[in-house]
């Protein structure tokens, strides 16, 4: 769980136009198509998704987010982090090919346009979300390896999508690995998202199976004081040295460019996703003393600051030894190894989630990280960290990975178009 390339909690910024399409979405039960106010969808979806401005009741902060469909870079990879998610990867089914999997895709991506806006999906509607703003729900789409050979389209798979290579701390489940297509969803409500879950299900008909499916969480934004670093169920800030939109380097580090050189052409803008679930071996790790821990990870636990001393944001002090001549910083702790300027520059946009999927008969937790990175390359970015992790990290002792999965996501679809039609009609 590399240090570097972890995602701040962000309040979701919500402006006033938002705020008024907000109030138009999901807000009152009307008996008829004719009665006053706006409906939404189309043929097929569910008649009632209506609101009378006039009488409609604002939103709150938390449901009134919305982040738009339709950008340069699909949604889901530079947010902050979202309360919800669940990660699903499909199959096509038997006989599925190309022109299958456009039609999907040319579905899914409606769906999403609507349900980012707080609309009802475009057909048979379950009315789960009823009564919700779109709080802040994000749909993302991918492409396994796997998914260029079902669809005749091997030309077009892009070199970066070759295996990942095996690491020590691999115990992976093939079953819940890797997938011909990919999608993640997040939102600040369980119920928004469990909608789009079911509805990308619905909507996969007869041309894909769900291969595994997985489901996370994090802090709800404004559940702390003021925005801060959010802690993973460690208990350890997670997300101090992550990437920022605001960094010169960020896009070239985290998309791939409108013109590479060894990406295909409908990879412009996109981005490459490695999805880990990573077991976290809690009953051990609580076992340590908090000065331990915190030797494990390089960083206190209490705000983030390094060992050497000042706040999160402050420099580490990779030099620094104590009385004894020892380093403050060990040489096998997380932060240390896993810092860019430790790796040749490497660095991936973290945004993952927490989980928690009950609890084993002899006691032990099975929770977690749903570990979701974005990089240009995951070569240079996963794969150069993790190989280093795998040299001699204190904390691979604490955890295991269980599943893995890399896909191409594409960039976002423009007005009137799907997420991959590049690919697949080009």
């Known amino acids: 769980m590399p240090d570097q390339s972890t995602t701040e909690v962000q309040e979701p910024e919500v402006t006033s136009s938002q705020e008024g399409a907000a109030r138009l979405t999901r807000r009152r039960l009307l008996g008829t198509a004719g009665a006053t106010g706006l409906v939404l969808g189309t043929a097929g979806a569910t008649a009632g998704y209506a609101a009378a401005p006039s009488a409609a009741t604002p939103l709150s902060s ?48 409606e769906t999403a346009r609507r349900l980012m806006a707080g609309e009802a999906a475009p057909h048979d509607d379950t009315d789960i979300a009823r009564d919700a703003g779109p709080s802040s729900l994000t749909i993302t789409f991918g492409f396994g390896n796997s998914f260029f050979a079902r669809t005749g389209l091997e030309k077009q798979r892009p070199v970066a999508l070759d295996p990942l290579p095996d690491f020590s701390s691999d115990h992976l489940d093939k079953a819940r690995s890797n997938g011909d297509l990919w999608v993640q969803i997040g939102a600040d409500d369980a119920l928004v998202a469990f909608h789009a879950l079911r509805a990308v299900q619905k909507d996969a008909g007869s041309a894909a199976k769900v291969r595994w499916q997985m489901n996370g969480f994090n802090r709800t934004p404004g559940a702390t004081a003021h925005p801060m670093t959010a802690r993973n169920l460690m208990g350890q800030m997670d997300g101090t040295r992550n990437p920022k939109p605001t960094e010169s380097d960020f896009d070239t580090r985290v998309f791939v460019p409108a013109k590479s050189a060894k990406d295909p052409a409908w990879m412009a803008n996109g981005s490459y996703a490695v999805v880990r679930r990573i077991r976290m071996l809690l009953d051990d790790w609580e076992k340590l003393s908090l000065t331990a821990q915190e030797q494990v990870i390089g960083r206190r636990k209490s705000n983030g600051a390094p060992l050497t001393g000042g706040d999160e944001t402050t420099a580490m002090d990779l030099e620094k030894t104590d009385a004894k001549g020892d380093l403050v910083v060990p040489l096998n702790a997380h932060a240390r190894i896993t810092r860019p300027d430790q790796n040749g520059g490497a660095a991936m946009l973290r945004r993952p989630f927490s989980y928690h999927d009950g609890i084993d008969a002899d006691g032990t937790p099975d929770a977690g990280l749903l570990f979701v990175c974005w990089q240009a390359d995951p070569l240079r970015g996963f794969v150069t960290v993790q190989r280093k992790l795998d040299r001699g990290d204190a904390l691979s002792k604490y955890i295991r990975h269980e599943s893995s999965g890399l896909f191409a996501v594409p960039g976002g679809a423009a007005e009137g178009e799907y997420v991959g039609q590049a690919l697949l009609e080009g």
């Not at 340069?72 to 919800?84: D, E, F, S, V, Y």
């Open 62 to 109: 938390i449901g009134a987010g919305h982040v738009p469909f339709h950008v340069k870079h699909q949604p889901g990879i530079t947010q902050g982090l979202q309360a919800r998610g669940h990660l699903v990867a499909f199959d096509l089914a038997a006989g599925a090919g190309r022109k299958e999997a456009a039609a999907l895709l040319r579905r899914w991506s």
